[in-house]
């Protein structure tokens, strides 16, 4: 009687396709919840945007450490690869400042 052991690979593998689904699970989780902020009876523009724009930045980080594999990447890969969401925070700072400055003047 022959028994086949699993192999480091095919467990590898398995865990891989778990981590896939799990990571599937909950961009659908967070969609499902989109649509749900999405359909609230009368809702107030500003904290559906808020928390539209929050459901987009966990969704996107979700994306990255999944599917981009930065989950198990060096943590100056991660930074590198996260560091362009701080960019429009700063444009918007300096538009902000250049909009003030010119007003004030």
Sequence with gaps: MSSVAHSPDQASLR??????LGGF??????TLLEVG???LPDPRRPAVIVALV???LAKAGLLSFYFMHLKTE???????ALAPLLAPAIYASVLMADSAWRFLR
């Design 25 to 30: 699970a909950a961009l659908a989780g967070l």
């Design 74 to 80: 060096t943590r100056v890969l991660r930074l590198t």
């Design 37 to 39: 902020v999405v359909q």
């Design 15 to 20: 865990h891989e396709r778990r981590s896939y």
């Design 54 to 56: 929050g459901l987009a």
